[in-house]
């Protein structure tokens, strides 16, 4: 049993993710078996609760776990599956330990944070990395932060308990270029070692997040004050694509050194078609732009998921994808139809794609951009809500019933054609209602969905709480509402398209959070195979 732990330094925000992530890869390379285990130091039972704004996106795995941004990284960057297993949060910890507690396990036991806490953090991490190689494990936050101090302690009592060789520690840490005096600081570096050296942790490896080389003086600095080996010293610069930072590390042989330090006979690294993908990122052939009218515009990264699946199809067609990020809430209706005429007229619209988002705000002009698009037979792909949105939008405008509208927005409405299941309406706390993780699912074989996904059994990963109301399935099917897949048991309304719309595809799912840049998901690739098309003619 071999353990990675990733450690930050004195700085947040460091793309330790992306640390653990590209060791995973080269590591997996070498045709060794990786788990990865996140550490989060949250008490949320999920991060559903977490601002968008703040947290980013919320990920959501096969197995019904909400987590933060970090899990898709690791499942995109190997094209492997995680599991709740592969989360442990401080309130996953700390309820086990009062379950015990309540179940006698810890009879006439005083139960404190040593041992109880702490054999329970080494228990979660000993379960996942049991039947696997190597193990990595991000450690989230900083060194600084009280709030990590038992899972440090946690760590340091494992390199004990699995002898020195099983156990590798790596730090990441900033390396300071002032522009002003053209100097290189390595004063954060030796502190940030120090702190972990309070808790009895040596790193065994520095990962240096720098914007200048490493030279062979600040090795050697670095190599007196934190006793790491000069060749463990790792120059981590900026990337011009994140999935190039794998084949950087293979240059300063990281696999090597972490397999020399295991005692695992060396096993060379292939990433032939790794970096032949990443070279369609760098030099694509072609180059389209597509619409995303997004709702929660702070940041970018709160549809990271969204970004990602398009570089995966940009690679995929080797064309380049532009994406215009309009907010949502500065399009009153007349403004959005006069946009969307003069880009679409002028050849410089191809594609619009709605991602997720939740609650009222604006949903009239939602439901107008809907109706807009579907009658001038604008390609687009509605994600989550809107297929709520297209659906209301359907009922009202095409089987003329009145007063239709979502539970959500409004709950007098008459013909509630968006609506909790019956076994929902039950459920008091709120956040049991939200469907989550992977749904099975059948196809219509004569779908346009179907021609994309090429098989009529399918799973996708979901997370959200309203439904198509099923008493409603035969009046929009009537009307030529296409639900070409739908749960096995026909209650649930997965995608939606049209009759005579070539380009209509609504979902309930997220398939945003399956694509890989190996396996780019269809949906996505079909949309920007399409937008090159209507470039090209």
Known sequence: MKIIFVTWGSISWLWKWITASSIWKILKSAWLSIAMIKMDQYLQVDAWTMSPYEHWEVYVTNDWTETDLDLWNYERFTNENLWSDNYITTWKIYSSVINKERQWKYLWKTVQVIPHVTNEIKESILKVAKEKDITIVEVWWTVWDIEWQHFLESIRQLKNELWKNNVMYLHVIP??????????????????????????????????????????????KLFMFCEVPMQNIIEAKDASSIYKVPEMFKKQNVDKIILEHFKIKWKT?????????????????????????????????????????????????????????????????????????????????????????????????????????????????????????????????????????????????????????????????????????????????????????????????????????????????????????????????????????????????????????????????????????????
């Not at 809500?385 to 009202?396: E, N, P, Y």
């Not at 090429?454 to 799973?459: A, S, V, W, Y």
Request: charged share 30%; hydrophobic share 40%.
């Open 269 to 537: 690294s292939n990433l032939r078609k790794w970096n032949a993908l990443v070279s369609k990122i760098l030099e694509p052939k072609n180059k389209i732009t597509i619409w995303i009218i997004w709702k929660y515009i702070e940041f970018e990264d709160t549809y990271k998921s969204i970004n990602e699946a398009f570089i995966h199809a940009w690679v995929a067609n080797n064309t380049k994808v532009k994406l215009n990020w309009i907010n949502s809430e500065k399009l009153e209706k007349h403004d959005f139809k006069e946009i969307l005429k003069k880009h679409y007229n002028n050849g410089e619209l191809f594609w619009i794609l709605i991602p997720w988002g939740f609650g009222n705000r604006w949903i009239e002009w939602k439901i107008n951009a809907v109706n807009y698009a579907r009658k001038n037979k604008i390609p687009f792909l509605w994600i989550c809500l809107w297929l709520q949105v297209a659906v209301i939008d359907f009922t009202r405008d095409i089987c003329k019933l009145k007063n239709v509208n979502s539970t959500e927005f409004d709950k007098e409405s008459s013909n509630p054609v968006i609506d909790f299941l019956e076994e929902q309406k039950n459920i008091s706390k709120k956040g049991w209602t939200m469907r989550l993780g992977s749904y099975k699912a059948k196809l219509k074989k004569w779908s346009l969905t179907y021609k994309l996904y090429k098989k009529d059994n399918i799973t996708e990963r979901h997370r959200h709480r309203y439904e198509v109301n099923p008493n409603y399935h035969n009046i929009l099917e009537k009307k030529w509402l296409i639900f070409s897949w739908m749960s096995l048991d026909r209650k649930l309304v997965e995608f939606i398209e049209l009759k005579n719309h070539p380009y209509f595809i609504a979902t309930q799912a997220h398939p945003e959070f399956k694509s890989r840049l190996e396996k780019p998901h269809p949906l996505f690739v079909w949309l920007v195979k399409e937008s090159l098309k209507k470039l090209k003619s």
């Open 175 to 220: 390396l300071l270029y002032l522009n002003f005096s053209w100097e290189v600081k390595t004063k954060l570096i030796q502190h940030s070692v120090m702190k972990l050296r309070e808790y009895w942790i040596f790193p065994d490896m520095l990962i240096c997040r720098t914007e200048v080389n490493i030279t062979q003086d600040i090795k050697e």
